[in-house]
């Protein structure tokens, strides 16, 4: 159990256009799910915390325009990439915690994006 | 001083060895504390889940936390080359909600 996925696993997008990212809680509802981007050899990097039916909490220097969340259900996080820029390019990682649980945090396998 | 401190290694030992991997933290406010495993190029795999102080036991795996000196520990029994991966200490407090998460230790096991 307690298995979060994530799509696509891998994206190539042109500098200028936006990319969505999806993270799916496949069987447990998530109230609360994370973003993260991890660099090579770095360890995860907390972007943005999303409560279903609610916006988003950006961790500083985060943009929240460049970053759109959506938690729409309660299996269900997007995360948008605006205008991506090759700087943009990363490892983006989501993860979801159970309504029921107090600690555990389940990470999805993540989405390798590239901006050319 | 960091919140969470996590020597990042990298760590090499011989196929069957015990090991070792420590977190220290700064935060006494801290409860909840997790291990995570990372492959290359792979999401983070939850290794072990401890509420509070003390022991939890799985399989070739032990976790230990002790509050008191604000240390944390993973020790992995009979490694395999398969154990080879990034291991990551994390922990929150009660109320907050953001895991906080050490640098991460490189672990390789040869065989």
């Known amino acids: 159990g307690a298995v979060v996925s994530q799509h696509p696993s891998w994206v190539i997008c042109k500098s200028g256009t936006s990319v969505k990212i999806e993270c799916r809680s496949l069987d447990f509802q998530a109230t609360t799910m994370f973003w993260y981007r991890q660099f090579p050899k770095q360890s995860l990097m907390l972007m943005a915390t999303s409560n279903e039916g609610s916006k988003a909490t950006y961790e500083q220097g985060v943009e929240k325009d460049k970053f759109l969340i959506n938690h729409a259900s309660l299996t269900l996080s997007t995360l948008t990439v605006t205008s991506a820029h090759p700087e943009d390019s990363s490892f983006y990682i989501c993860?979801?915690?159970?309504?029921?649980?107090?600690?555990?945090?389940?990470f999805g396998p993540g989405t390798r994006l590239t901006v050319t | 001083q960091k919140e969470v401190e996590q020597d990042p290694g990298p760590l090499s030992v011989p196929e069957g060895a015990i090991v070792s991997l420590n977190c220290t933290y700064s935060n006494s406010a801290f409860q909840y504390f997790m291990w995570y495993r990372q492959y290359s190029r792979k999401g983070p795999e939850l290794l072990m889940y401890t509420y509070s102080s003390g022991n939890k036991e799985d399989g070739r795996f032990t976790a230990q936390v002790d509050k008191s000196s604000k240390y944390i520990s993973l020790f992995i029994r009979d490694s395999q080359p398969s154990d080879s991966a990034t291991y990551l200490c994390a922990m929150r407090n009660q109320a907050g909600t953001a895991l906080i998460f050490g640098k991460g230790t490189t672990l390789s096991v040869s065989s």
């Open positions: 993860s979801a915690r159970p309504g029921s649980g107090e600690g555990e945090q389940y």
